[in-house]
């Protein structure tokens, strides 16, 4: 498949460092639920509008990340967003990290739940959800 | 007064710092905010209760801070909250973040307006909050 | 004069939110100074560059906001940042929050003093600094 | 063993949630980043210290979180950190956030290689180190 990713850039900016010079940890995260607004949003289910309306929600039941090479401030970085897995009711992102070196400096991956408006499970994931993560299912993963 | 102050403890933790070695300066006003939640449990108007409850919301229309001597990783810091001046539907709190060496290293001030669960800015304060704030006035600090 | 601004843009996304469904108000110190930091890229004076050269650093003493309509998830935002201010050893930068109305959501104002790589403040900001800001002072401001 | 785990507590603040009314999943990490930090202070390696004296480096190179049950503004949070695993030269520190009905709400892990000052991994843990994780290893973690 052609289309199995959604870019999203930024630069490493002040906040996102510590004092040990290089990108925290934990903004990692933030910067990924960035790219995973900017991919929802993409794909035609806008987060806030969801959040807004309260019919949907995709709550995380499990994220993480591994880092493989520094992110220094002011460096640009480009997240590559990517379909890893469907299930039956939750479905997994992936997210690249590629530094301006081309070089892969991080991944990170989060698994979506989705859930009605009273926080209840739902048996199986919306129909067009379910169509629209599809398109962007990484050509190596495999949906159940 | 005995009691115009009330004190909120935290230490500079790698997060809130940045490359430059310092604290960020932003991440102060998530202190202040931290040491105004921990003021208003005390005085019985819990701000994730009234958020909860959509009765009556706070939201800031100014914040500002000074910044005088810097705040490093691992600094202990306590911040000293007061209640600086309280007007018709507004009100001002004070803040003074001292260091380890007892200096204050800033000061920050925030305004709260009262609207109602609509938004709608109230006529007046409700009295119970402003009974509630006024214990904690600054002896130098005046009504309106 | 012309170019009296730079323009920066972003997206409120989820983590700027709070539980009352707008954007923290700390965080908008956050979105301020990636502005400043695109504005200084711009001017000549990459901020993480001084930071890793230790030659010459730009601590902020002052930081406020006035925050006028709300800001919700979703919203797109445009950031006019502008020189304020110049003195001898410190200047002025604000910001001009704009939502997708074309409204000014919010306002905020940072000011910087120049200091040496032992952090002892400068007798006179340097002069090619001086030179560079000048170009983007608002017309209604004054050099000292 | 007794002391198997030490123990941070913390309360589930405004900014620390989204507009969705829970916490945000990313800022799980920046909590655990505080236990960690805390745990660290106790067993004789302050992270602050050592970022400063630049002798010993601790980046992480993988972080994780399972999300269970909600977390929601005002909740009060226990964090329960022990050591999950010992190896040649990294470890995994683990997490658990305790509700305040005493369930798990999530927990976390990330592991820690150590690098000399130039950014080097070292052939082997500190000795010193090695040895006071050790006293906070889970009974059912090994060593390698």
């Known amino acids: 498949?052609?289309?199995?990713?959604?870019?999203?850039?930024?630069?490493?900016?002040?906040?996102?460092?510590?004092?040990?010079?290089?990108?925290?940890?934990?903004?990692?995260?933030?910067?990924?639920h960035d790219a995973f607004e900017a991919f929802m949003d993409m794909i035609g289910f806008p987060v806030d509008l969801m959040i807004r309306d309260g019919r949907m929600l995709l709550p995380l039941?499990?994220?993480?990340?591994?880092?493989?090479?520094?992110?220094?401030?002011?460096?640009?970085?480009?997240?590559?967003?990517?379909v890893l897995e469907i299930r039956r009711r939750s479905f997994a992102i992936g997210y690249r990290f590629i530094d301006h070196l081309g070089e892969v400096a991080a991944t990170a991956r989060?698994?979506?739940?989705?859930?009605?408006?009273?926080i209840a499970p739902v048996m199986d994931l919306s129909e067009s959800l379910r169509l629209a993560l599809s398109a962007y299912l990484a050509d190596d993963a495999h949906t159940s």
Do not use: K, N, Q
């Open 1 to 32: 498949m052609t289309t199995d990713f959604h870019e999203h850039e930024f630069t490493i900016r002040l906040h996102d460092t510590d004092a040990a010079g290089l990108l925290f940890f934990g903004h990692l995260f933030r910067h990924a």
């Open 61 to 82: 039941t499990h994220a993480e990340a591994d880092y493989r090479r520094p992110l220094r401030h002011g460096d640009s970085v480009r997240v590559r967003v990517s």
């Open 110 to 118: 989060t698994v979506h739940v989705e859930v009605s408006a009273d």
